[in-house]
Antibody, heavy 120, light 106 residues
Framework: QVTLRESGPALVKPTQTLTLTCTLSGFSLSTSEVCVSWIRQPPGKALEWLARIDWDDDKYYSPSLKTRLTISKDTSKNQVVLTMTNMDPVDTATYFC????????????WGQGTLVTVSS | DIQMTQSPSTLSASVGDRVIITCRAS??????LAWFQQKPGKAPKLLIY???SLESGVPSRFSGSGSGTEFTLTISSLQPDDFATYYC????????FGQGSKVEIK
């Protein structure tokens, strides 16, 4: 069974760096054509794609956020980590990680999401 | 950036109705379009990819069509479980989501 689980702080202060971890189960990021994306959703608003990392360590970032984002993977732990610097209250959102298979090109399995609030 | 515009933003419908949601891209994305369903407090669920390919396990009452800049998601006969918000996503150039279309009970 494919599952993804996001973890990280529920509350961060403005200007701090957010670090989120996505733990994968039922599949491996060392398998060819497997990728993981991060997507966020502010309360009551639409989805916003953030970043993606591929099995071969290729990385892609949202052009509007690329200066603040870093995505990495730890294959031995089957985890993907996203860091976002200089957090602001507008970054308050539920953050999702999701599996992407290049065979279909889109995110087919999602984690439940983790709500991050940015407030002093 | 490719912008995605969905219409309507909200739709009131009854069980059994045929529902059509439209998504327009700001430039051609060929058929690199997906549709997701999201219920309150839950993660999005993939319904359709590559404009018209039905994801495994998704009921056949859902269908997608379109290419270039105009796309539609059709629910042939709305069921109680279908009341939700629907998002289109382009994956021609990075990824962009539409603003969502909420299907409400009439």
């Amino acid at each position: 069974q494919v599952t993804l689980r996001e973890s990280g702080p529920a509350l961060v202060k403005p200007t701090q760096t957010l670090t989120l971890t996505c733990t994968l189960s039922g599949f491996s990021l060392s398998t060819s054509e497997v990728c993981v994306s991060w997507i966020r959703q502010p309360p009551g608003k639409a989805l916003e794609w953030l970043a993606r990392i591929d099995w071969d360590d290729d990385k892609y970032y949202s052009p509007s956020l690329k200066t603040r984002l870093t995505i990495s993977k730890d294959t031995s732990k089957n985890q993907v980590v996203l860091t976002m610097t200089n957090m602001d209250p507008v970054d308050t959102a539920t953050y999702f990680c999701a599996r992407l298979l290049t065979s279909i090109g889109v995110e087919d399995s999602w984690g439940q999401g983790t709500l991050v609030t940015v407030s002093s | 950036d490719i912008q995605m515009t969905q219409s309507p933003s909200t739709l009131s419908a009854s069980v059994g109705d045929r529902v059509i949601i439209t998504c327009r891209a700001s430039q051609s994305i060929e058929t690199w379009l997906a549709w997701f369903q999201q219920k309150p407090g839950k993660a999005p669920k993939l319904l359709i990819y590559k404009s018209s390919s039905l994801e495994s396990g998704v009921p056949s009452r859902f269908s997608g069509s379109g290419s270039g800049t105009e796309f539609t998601l059709t629910i042939s006969s709305l069921q109680p479980d279908d009341f939700a918000t629907y998002y289109c996503q382009q994956y021609s150039d990075y990824r962009t989501f539409g603003q969502g279309s909420k299907v409400e009970i009439k």
